[in-house]
């Protein structure tokens, strides 16, 4: 393949789970790769499109759980590729969006090593196709903002609330449970009003994917009861007002029909 000589590197975007959400570019690269070095949060269905023969290796990262360190994974990249292999570096999601992309191509182009981008969907842009919302609104959310709120040991992320609390704003926050008690007081502290919506989808596009409707100001005892322990991302704004009264209309519906002999 032109675009994939031996002794290079892609970094692919696996989206965030439905192998359906891959791109035909990213595929291809998949099916030509001779290793690909896989990320924790790349789903099964994902991995079940590579070539059986094809070595496949997870160098994966998870807050909070044993990882893999990055320089490690770097090094593990550039002796592939150095080796005369094809190699691939599967990333959930979109590898520019809190990827890390930066430190990985740096590390193959220090080392003469030719190395691309293959783009994923990203996770908010497929959070917001399942609930059926526009993250922007003409006239009511004029601008989206993506942050990640991961930090280590439960330390207060280092954000620009002031910023963040735009009315006329969407923010997609990504690993952002942990800091949910922080992002909470953090906007409302800097004016964004209390009764602003909130969802949060776990495991999304995948078929355990659960979402909850909620508040800014419960957002943290939401954030800690009423998910599951995957990846989960969070959205915010008047955008998301029409899904979250949707669904506080649909649980009003079924708490008539089950009182209904």
């Known amino acids: ?48 499109l590579i070539p059986e023969a094809t070595p496949r290796l997870s160098v994966g990262k998870r807050a909070g759980r044993h990882s893999v360190p990055q320089p490690m994974i770097c ?10 292999q094809r190699v691939v ?9 809190f990827g890390r992309a930066n430190e990985e191509i740096d590390a193959c182009r220090e080392n003469g090593i030719d190395a691309w981008i293959c783009a994923g969907v990203t996770t908010a842009s497929a959070a917001a196709a399942s609930l059926s919302v526009s993250l922007t609104t003409r006239g009511l959310a ?28 969407t923010i997609a926050v990504y690993m952002g449970k942990q800091a949910a008690p922080h992002i909470s007081q953090g906007l409302m502290q800097a004016g964004l009003a209390a009764d602003t919506p909130v969802v949060l989808i776990e495991n999304v596009s995948l078929p355990s994917e659960q979402n909850l409707a909620t508040r800014l100001e419960v957002l943290p005892i939401a954030a800690r009861s009423a998910l599951g322990e995957g990846p989960a991302i969070i959205l915010i704004g008047e955008a998301l007002r029409d899904f979250k ?17």
Not at 8 to 25: C, I, Q, Y
Not at 76 to 81: D, N, R
Not at 89 to 97: A, T, Y
């Open 1 to 48: 393949m032109s675009d994939f000589p031996k002794g290079s590197v892609w970094l692919v975007g696996a989206g965030p789970g439905d192998p359906e959400l891959l791109t035909r570019k990213a595929e291809r690269l998949l099916q030509t790769a001779d290793v690909v070095f896989y990320d924790a949060l790349v789903s099964q269905g994902v991995l079940n």
């Open 75 to 84: 090094d593990t990249i550039v002796k592939a590729a150095l080796g005369g």
């Open 89 to 97: 570096r599967l990333k959930g999601g979109d590898p520019s969006i």
């Open 142 to 169: 004029r601008r989206l903002t993506f942050v990640t709120a991961h930090t280590r040991n439960g330390a207060v992320p280092d954000l620009d609330w002031q910023a963040l609390a735009d009315p006329q704003a």
């Open 245 to 261: 009264e949707r669904a506080q209309a649909c649980d009003e519906i079924r708490q008539v029909c089950a009182q209904v002999p």
